[in-house]
């Protein structure tokens, strides 16, 4: 025989016998919680939610106060038994003291369960009322919103209503956004200026109550009007919030238990027919078996059954016995009470219109208990199901933990708490738990989550600030589009070229391949990410080329050592190359892609002008590059090269282009570097002698800025990237826009953010303060639209950034705001130079295709589109085609050569 726990309580028997199935064993208590451990388990799946009858909604609350928090609130407490409008200041200085000052504000049934939109409208109106009457009116105060009904949120400040439970059923709200009807709603008053930070259940506002005072507190229990739950879950196991990390509030809703019939086995004849009168019928099944709400009015249809049926009041029943609500949980509460409750049972019955006996009130009285005593029995077995998971959560076998306690039933029943507490403890033997209640209510806590929520807003506001300095408006876009129009002149004019930052330099590249090239040809490729040695075969008229390559490493002592090193390593890959092929001996025509900035007076001499980039080899400015090379081909004196033409990277990507579709008269490169060719008249170019056709120019806009006109838009981490790198006040253009400068604003950036706070916890890692770790395919694969934050993280972690998902979410805004900022000033350039085109040629409309290259252009997952948005928008009387350079610049080397070779001969014949 089990034991019940009101066995000892005495009286009478003909009560426990007609009310046998509200009397719960220990088994029956062990087979609730179990199911509520499972229920639990199918909230939080993700496949198993939508069926789910305890919804487990997350809160988006994920820490409790630590005593940092502080400011003046306002607070709105609505669902309760009680409507309250607080405000409340939470002290400075890390005392953990809270003052508040409240208004009640009543809760017509016309204003609950009329329009939405009154009822949303009367809530401002009180509001507004208390603002008044506590002249705050003029301040700005942050809002947090304690709203005691089930609502999914996705964020902290949203939450749709699922449905309306206890007394409420106004029209139109459910499956909206309270926050945002509320928000609607005090427009109306234009002196009003609240922002709405945080919307809570009061669940979540007793937990962080009673957690500022005790920080173990990690459950927040409500036993008032209605019940309900919430406890502190990992987020691993929260399926519909993404991140692992940490733990986040879970409402569990718990008062639905049973609305899918896990519950018919205690249901009882008087739960069934209170459901039928209630507002939702078949909803909150547990909540009605327990709830404030409820509990008088079963107590009320037990005692009128047994007056029917002759067990009580002689069989009289009076009329107010048959009245909906007149017996309320305070008078159980009343009736309950150890000495006058009898007395009190006496005169609320005869206040009913009844004329009890005194055996009749012994009775009443234990009907009560029983039906109080059930109530406190299933909060505890469910209580204990989420106590039971905490502790497996924790992989501890003891627990000790804090449960906040509130609502009226809880409150003002005198046996209530003592029962609940006996039973917990009873069913999870394992834990050590202090009940907390909360002495004021729900909103300390729910101003504890506005604190963070404004923090995290000011926060937010500063990594805005600085995302903002990287946004350009199209006016801003037009304007630098414009510069390098003008910039483009100075370079080609004769007075101005000397001193233009855009030097257009003239290449002697005079024509496209017309597709009679052939024959065998070596080409380098230094300057990119890869040094590449090549050998290109060319077929004529099929238009086809055979390739073999090999890429080789400069270590970064060679790039940044003397000229020699550099030169000498140069020639002993094409020694290897050669080796490796089998061509030692063959004297083969030699194109040479060197990515750096040369003056040309013919295609097979250019003198370096300056070193770009990561290279910074000794005794090489000033000097022709192809001397060097057949220097240093001397020096070895192990074969001879036959060095026809040196080429930009970009030329040869506008060759190997053009090869394909003549069509192609720019070259663009988004790699390490930035930089643009493109086909200008002769007549344009004062430096070169001669008005006939056309001739390829190397902008080199990679300078632009240099004279100081992008100053307006520089940042200081622009400033600092430039500062930290090889060449400090040169290539500002290029260090806002190639792979090789990117990550390090990314990088200026962080630190920044980190330094002021708002990113890695303030801590500045070794990692972080390592120049280069972001390299392009690191920011390529950070943006990916693929990608989960998870995976985001994965990658930070990678590079030894610990970091949270949140500063995930930030570290992959900042990429996204320095990328796009990139893809822009590229656009803007290329419109430059297409509108220049078109205007020269004094066409309405242009057709043109751009031959690209470059790790930026090819991995980056936005890059390419926002640059042909930007061209479009730009140069809207172009039509440009890009075409991606599938075979490097080595080919369009080859073919040049092959050009030139071709020239060559034609003029020995001559
Ligand atoms: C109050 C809280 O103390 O208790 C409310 O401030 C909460 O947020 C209420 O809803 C629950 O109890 P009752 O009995 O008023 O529903
Ligand atoms: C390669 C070209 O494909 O791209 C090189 O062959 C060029 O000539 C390079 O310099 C540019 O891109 P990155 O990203 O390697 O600098
Ligand atoms: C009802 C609501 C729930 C609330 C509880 C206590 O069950 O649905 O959100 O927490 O009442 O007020
Ligand atoms: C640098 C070089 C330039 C090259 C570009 C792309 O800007 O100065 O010559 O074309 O990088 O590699």
Redesign the pocket.
Known sequence: MNTYYYHCIKGSFPVDRFLYHMRLSDETLLDIMARFQAEMQKGLGKDTNPTASVKMLPTFVRAIPDGSENGEFLSLDL??SKFRVLKVQVSEEGKRNVQMESQFYPTPNEIIRGNGTELFEYVADCLADFMKTKELMQKKLPLGLTF???CKQTKLDEGILLSW??KFKARGVQGTDVVRSLTNAMKRHQDLDVDILALV???VGTMMTCAYDDPYCEVGV?I?????ACYMEDMSNIDLVEGDEGRMCV?T?W?AFGDDGALEGIRTEFDRELDLGSLNPGK?LF?KMI?GLYLGELVRLILLKMAKTGLLFGGEKSSALHIKGKIETRHVAAMERYKEGLANTREILTDLGLEPSDADCIAVQHVCTIVSFRSANLCAAALAAILTRLRENKKLVRLRTTVGMD?TLYKIHPQYPKRLHKVVRKLVPNCDVRFLLSESGSTKGAAMVTAVASRVQAQRKQIDKVLALFRLTQEQLVGIRNKMQVEFEYGLKKDTHPLATVKMLPTYVCGMPDGTEKGKFLALDLGGTNFRVLLVKIRSGRRSVRMYNKIFAIPLEIMQGTGEELFDHIVQCIADFLDYMGLKGAQLPLGFTFSFPCRQTSIDKGTLIEWTKGFKATDCEGEDVVDMLREAIKRRNEFDLDIVAVVNDTVGTMMTCGYEDRNCEVGLIAGTGSNMCYMEEMRNIELVEGDEGKMCINTEWGGFGDNGCLDDIQTQYDKEVDEGSLNPGKQRYEKMTSGMYLGEIVRQILIDLTKQGLLFRGQISERLRTRGIFETKFLSQIESDRLALLQVRRILQQLGLDSTCEDSIVVKEVCGAVSRRAAQLYGAGLAAIVEKRREDQGLEHMRITVGVDGTLYKLHPHFSRILRETVKELAPQCDVMFMLSEDGSGKGAALITAVAKRLQQAQREH
């Open positions: 669902g309760g005691s009904f089930p439970t206890k259940n009061d669940t409500i008032g009007t209605g019940t309900n409402s809703e008062g909150q909540e709830s609502g």
